[in-house]
Nanobody
């Protein structure tokens, strides 16, 4: 069973930075794409950023220029570097991965809280 373990969430002041990590239990090369989603209470989960096995990235308009997704194949970890954080970025962030077998997996989520 593939596992995704997120870390790095926490409390930060507006304008600050955090880096989220998502470690996979399998080689990261076995995933077609890895993404970060976020979900506020009572709202649908929304895509924040994604990165393909080839390294192509995409971002939600709301985070372009502030967030950067990257991966470290040697550490089997995907990162989401968040800067210029705003109170509206306060939500739970989830890691998501599509395995080469077409199965998909979610992490447990990590809370990010941005104080004004």
């Amino acid at each position: 069973q593939v596992q995704l373990v997120e870390s790095g969430g926490g409390l930060v002041q507006a304008g600050g930075s955090l880096r989220l990590s998502c470690a996979t239990s399998e080689s990261i090369s076995r995933f077609f794409t890895m993404r970060w989603y976020r979900q506020a209470p009572g709202k649908q989960r929304e895509l924040v950023a994604g990165i393909t096995s080839g390294g192509s990235t995409n971002y939600a308009d709301s985070v372009k220029g502030r967030f950067t997704i990257s991966k470290d194949n040697g550490k089997n970890t995907v990162y989401l570097q968040m800067s210029g954080l705003k109170p509206e970025d306060t939500v739970v962030y989830y890691c998501y991965a599509v395995h080469y077998t077409s199965s998909y997996y979610w992490g447990q989520g990590t809370q990010v809280t941005v104080s004004s």
